[in-house]
């Protein structure tokens, strides 16, 4: 129970802030989706992404093979995800990359830090590390459609990632000047991104949440399926084991749904995707934890 109220406490003020949007669209005033989502995307979001990584402190022993673990584990999603799509007949551009990707941040975190304290925090920041740097490279690529890599070496998410690890790796910081820019300038991108997805959800249609529910209750198993794969192939001690399950069993990342939006995907099945994966994290985490715990 404890455990269930804690997931509740996280993703109750996402929720909240999508529940703006969502009244402010209802009640009629003019919302631009295409201007935030471009502000988002090249300047608030790449900002969070590189502060964010530069300022984790990753213990060394943390490295290694939970590096590997979760290198493995998201081939071995990106398989299964890909088969889904494909027996699914479901659309690539839009469905592959939310269902591989998960909310390894703002969600993941501190939920490792509840469960397993500062240890599974600084394990949980190896994953979140591994899956931003593959999210906002590769998970570019799928959602733009293929094709060409120049457009994915000019998005600005890719070289904050890229850049983000590099600091992270080797310990380097920014002046503290411009870090508090770059940060006050990154703590737009959530409130921005929740906002947009209530927008979205105040769009869909009232029958459209069949498909994602059930794509949901996919996800969770086979990300868990392929955490616990990993986690026993390269013999994770018990706490990295946990995390790295944990961590991709969290449900469909917010960004997601803001790539779909920019790359002309079809953002609101995208948007289907968070808000109810999100609701069944709320049952889905506690569940996953207590098979851990």
């Known amino acids: 129970m404890e455990i269930a109220l804690k997931v509740l406490e996280i993703v109750a003020p996402v929720f909240a802030l999508a529940a ?34 530069m300022q984790t402190e990753i213990e060394p022993a943390a490295l290694g093979a939970l590096t590997l673990a979760a290198l493995a584990a998201y081939v071995l999603v990106t398989l299964a995800m890909w088969a889904l799509v494909r027996l699914g007949r479901l659309d690539t551009q839009t469905f592959l990359a939310p269902l591989i990707f998960s909310n390894t941040g703002n969600l993941g975190l501190p939920l490792a830090f509840f469960a397993f304290g500062e240890v599974g925090l600084g394990y949980a920041v190896v994953v979140f590390a591994v899956s931003a740097v593959i999210q906002f490279t590769f998970g570019i690529w799928l959602v733009s459609g293929g094709g ?3 457009k994915v070496v000019q998005e600005p998410l890719v070289g904050a990632t ?12 920014t002046p503290q000047v411009v870090t508090n820019t770059l940060a006050l300038i990154g703590q737009m991108a959530i409130p921005m991104m929740l906002l947009t997805l209530g927008v979205a959800v105040a769009r869909l249609r009232i029958g459209a949440f069949g ?6 209750a996919l996800k969770v198993a086979i990300c868990v399926a392929c955490g616990v794969g ?5 013999g994770l001690e018990p706490v990295a084991f946990g995390v790295l399950t944990v961590q991709l069993a969290t449900p469909v990342a917010v960004t997601s749904y803001m790539l ?7 953002s609101d099945s ?11 994290a709320v049952v889905s985490l506690p569940l996953v934890l207590a098979f851990l715990l």
Not at 211 to 216: D, G, M, N, R, V
Not at 230 to 234: D, S
Not at 270 to 280: F, H, I, K, N, W
Request: glycine share 10%; charged share 10%; hydrophobic share 60%.
């Open 270 to 280: 995208v948007a289907g995707l968070v808000v109810v994966s999100t609701l069944m």
């Open 20 to 53: 703006v949007g969502f009244a402010w669209v209802r009640l009629g005033y003019e919302y631009r989706v295409q201007f935030v989502t471009r502000l988002a995307m090249s300047l608030a979001i790449p900002c969070l992404i590189f502060v964010s990584l």
């Open 162 to 173: 890229l850049l983000g690890g590099i600091f992270m790796w080797q310990g380097w910081q």
């Open 260 to 266: 779909a939006e920019k790359y002309g995907a079809d």
């Open 211 to 216: 498909q994602p529910l059930l794509l949901s």
């Open 230 to 234: 990993a986690g026993v192939w390269f």
């Open 148 to 150: 060409s890599l120049k």
